[in-house]
């Protein structure tokens, strides 16, 4: 039995999120019934992110296992052949028994894109929220949120997920081609996490210390003193990092 990791790429707006759902279009059902086809057995892929509908990926993973014997480095060409112009696969790699691309993630890193002003094309994947952003202030607001902390603020219902307490190593914003993006790293998210750290850092930046407002909130553990959950298609899985890879 061999265990295989895939890292994957999509356009989230044609999806119903990542998680197979009947009657739904679904990355991990598209991906699944063109592996199983190929490998000519019945698969059952795992994925270390649940991203939602609307939401994109460039570095999802997904691992299964498989008694097949085609070669690894055949697998992204033979898939990308069939699969549909939202989704990719970009690398295929042999990985070690036991490996699960959801259990084995140390961490994982999404950006969230707003755009300076509307665009027809940069729309499809960045967010403009109709009203000017302070990179500085935006910056300041997300600060305080590196650490360890209880981040049921921002923890939307919904999720059957126990427990509430998740490890920021990174929330900081940069240029990007059409504005600016926030790049989060932490062991695990909640249900709507980023997307209500968005909001909640849109809805202080005006504030005299957007960051005591943000310590502020946080420190309350209320859903209700978060921002507006900001919408789906600005945000993106970047990347995930397991064993013996830099999450800083």
Known sequence: MRTLKLVVAY?????????????????QGVLEDLVSEVMSE???????????????????VASF??????????????????L??????????????????????????????FLREDDVLLGRMAWHPRRPTDADALARATAPLVGTHDCATFH????GATGSVCRIHRASWRPWDGGVQLDIVADR????????????ALAVQDEGDPG????????ARDR???????PAHGLCLEQVFYPAEDAS
């Open 212 to 219: 005591r407002a943000m310590r502020e909130r946080l420190s």
């Open 11 to 27: 356009d989230g707006a044609g999806f119903d999120g990542w998680q197979r759902q009947p009657g739904r279009r679904t990355v």
């Open 84 to 113: 549909p112009g939202d989704v990719r696969v970009r690398s295929a790699a042999e990985a070690p028994a036991g490996f699960d691309a959801r259990r084995s993630a140390r961490a994982r890193r999404y950006a969230y894109r």
């Open 224 to 230: 209700g003193r978060a921002g507006p959950t900001a």
């Open 42 to 60: 019945a698969i059952r892929l795992t994925g270390a992110g649940r991203t939602d509908a609307g939401c994109h990926a460039r570095g999802q």
């Open 156 to 159: 939307a219902t919904g999720s």
């Open 65 to 82: 296992t498989t008694e097949a014997r085609l070669p690894v480095g055949a697998l992204p060409h033979v898939l990308n052949r069939r």
């Open 189 to 200: 998210f909640l249900y709507h996490m980023v997307r209500s750290i968005v909001g909640t």
